[in-house]
């Protein structure tokens, strides 16, 4: 089962990272690998109430490695931790199969209650940025993609990108679990302030047509429209300054 386990934790390592080369690059000069590792010998241990040796194996690999991850934290399969210095794993979090942190990523708490479950849950294929905070005893849900430096305090819909301190919602897709976004950003996707400023021209072009249709319709009812012209003029030139800024 061990060496199983460590093979398709190398496998997953290549899959994810252009940069390993070789299965023995991976072996020796992953900090990632070598920390679940130690982290499954830990965390046995720890279910076995032999707390302190978990915990001291814990520290060890936290000194070796740059990640702490509590002996008592639920980690699954195939997870991919890239780079890695300065993630912090809480005692009662969990990481599900194929999910994906980068470094200085912490799952922490904020209830001092113990014995209750304080840390965040990450279901399947969660993918969470450099820098980000995952605060509280909440689901994030399958596929979903935690922006780097995000701080969330919320729970995270399957499916969802979260960005922003505090963290908000910018977008939801279908989870396809053999797409794999690095950082969690997808050349594909749009950014949501240009999202928003589309919106807007749309609207703006909108209401633009909706006035010309009633100037027409007053100017052949014989009433004059000379203000009228200039609001439109106004109003034309300001959705060109939006259709520049977007085309940059």
């Not at 070598?34 to 520290?59: C, D, G, K, Q, V």
């Not at 210095?85 to 194929?98: F, H, K, P, S």
């Amino acid at each position: 089962m061990f060496i199983s386990r460590l093979k398709e934790d190398i496998q997953t390592i290549r899959h994810k990272d252009p940069a390993a080369r070789s299965w023995w690059e991976v072996l020796t000069c992953y900090p990632g690998l070598h920390a679940l590792f130690y982290h499954r010998m830990a965390h046995a241990l720890w279910t076995n109430r032999f707390r302190w040796l978990a915990r001291f194996i814990s520290h060890i690999s936290r000194w070796l490695t740059g990640i702490e991850i509590h002996p008592g934290a639920t980690v699954g399969r195939r997870v991919f931790i890239d780079h890695g210095m300065g993630i912090v794993v809480g005692e009662t979090a969990e990481i599900g199969d194929d999910c994906t942190i980068y470094q200085g990523v912490t799952l922490g708490g904020t209830s001092l209650t113990k014995g209750a479950k304080r840390h965040p849950t990450l279901e399947g294929g969660v993918i969470v940025g450099a820098g980000a905070k995952v605060l509280g005893s909440f689901t994030v849900g399958a596929g979903a993609k935690i922006g780097s430096n995000a701080v969330v305090v919320k729970p995270v819909p399957a499916g969802a990108t979260a960005v922003g301190n505090p963290a908000h919602i910018v977008g939801s897709k279908p989870t396809n679990e053999h797409e794999f976004s690095a950082y969690g950003v997808n050349v594909n996707d749009s950014d949501p302030i240009v999202q928003a400023l589309q919106s807007v021209l749309a609207q703006l072009e909108r209401s633009d047509a909706t006035t010309r249709e009633l100037r027409a319709k007053i100017e052949q009812a014989g009433i004059d429209c000379g203000t009228c012209e200039d609001e439109a003029q106004r109003a034309a030139k300001d959705i060109e300054r939006i259709r520049q800024l977007l085309t940059r």
